[in-house]
């Protein structure tokens, strides 16, 4: 009786090693692949689909690109989307890729699935959360995980194997890209103090080579959502790769930082974020804009708990749904205007405007009577009386 996997397949080292793992290793004998498109370019999702056939996959492009933009990307932007600095990106693909290769799997059927995530990654918590929450009665291969291969071994199987791949001994980055955002790992990154080099990055230009005069430009948004770059409205899609565009010119986007992992492991990561960068910004403008004191402050919390699920790959929590409800709440008023100028790395918001500002320009001026500014000396006179009672209290009992 025939033996079926479905395996999560995104035509990188890990997985294509995967492919004859599962025959000679695992005993299936049906392999059937699925590939999500979350942003890739076309050249490498038909390179990926093409590995798979000629290695005798049964195989499923899923072409996602606008669902990720719509429903994971401008999740993210309206929740401030951020984990110690790094604009959430690889970590909302995942629960995509997870929920279309449960897709496929009901089609299929199948004993198991199967990913190339390792053992010390975080990317093995947030597909197989997935993967349970939908399909909880198929089983979960990782060989990568349970084989504890180095990235070394895994070149030199593939190349045993005459499998293509385009990583070496030399250049041996880890990188996932998506329309968000790129990560890059791996090699001599791993060493905290090793410089990036130039050839790892693709959608920013360095400091020496960004544009030489400054770049301003303004978002327009609805509900929490950006609609518009410089009035021109733009699909999400379109919108996202415009503002990569504009923010990579100026040198905008890279982060080299040490990240703290699911596990508990401290990390050197590189990422590539440009419209991230110039989109995140320019939407915390506009709710500084329109939302209350207490609303800001609550929602600092509350983007910090949405964050935290997003990195760990819990998209179906429903802590996560209630914290959405909050934040969608809160985005009814979001909509206006904020200017940005960017230049040779810096990005500085510049100005803001909306139909819901709590802002009074002539109750805040200086040079405003509108507001008789003596009634605010009964106020200031009892403002902290508790602590100046304390302290009374305390140089009384000494």
Known sequence: MSKKVI??????????????????????????????????????????????????????????????????????????????????????????????????????????????????????????????????????????????????????????????????????????ENLWGRSIEGGKLEDPYYAPPEEIFKWTKSIADAKSDPTEVVITFEKGEPVAIDGVKLDPVALVKKAHEIAGDNGVGRIDMMEDRILGLKVRENYECPAARLLIPAHKALEELVLTKEEREFKNVVDMKWARLAYDGLWWDPFKEDLESFIDNTQQRVTGDVRVRLFKGSLQVIGRRSPFALYNEDLASFDSKTWDQNEATGIVKNHGMQSIMYRKVMQSNK
């Open 7 to 176: 395996i999560v397949y995104s035509g990188g080292l890990d997985t294509s090693v995967c492919i004859p793992m599962m025959r000679e290793d695992y005993g299936f004998d049906e392999i059937v692949t699925v590939t999500v498109n979350v942003g890739l370019p076309a050249e490498e999702i038909k390179q990926a689909e093409d590995k798979a056939i000629a290695m005798g996959c049964k195989h499923y492009t899923k072409d996602c690109v606008d669902e990720f933009a719509k429903d994971y990307i401008f999740k993210a932007i309206k929740a401030n989307g951020d984990y110690q600095g790094y604009p959430l990106s690889t970590s909302i693909a995942r629960p995509l890729v997870s929920q279309k290769a449960a897709e496929v799997a009901e089609i299929e059927g199948g004993e198991a699935f199967c990913h190339g995530c390792t053992g010390k990654g975080n990317d093995q918590f947030r597909i197989e959360f997935g993967l349970r929450a939908l399909k909880p009665d198929m089983k979960i291969i990782a060989p990568m995980r349970e084989h504890t291969w180095t990235r070394s071994a895994e070149i030199e199987y593939a190349k045993e194997r005459n499998i293509p791949i385009t990583v070496s001994a030399e250049k041996i980055w880890s990188i996932d």
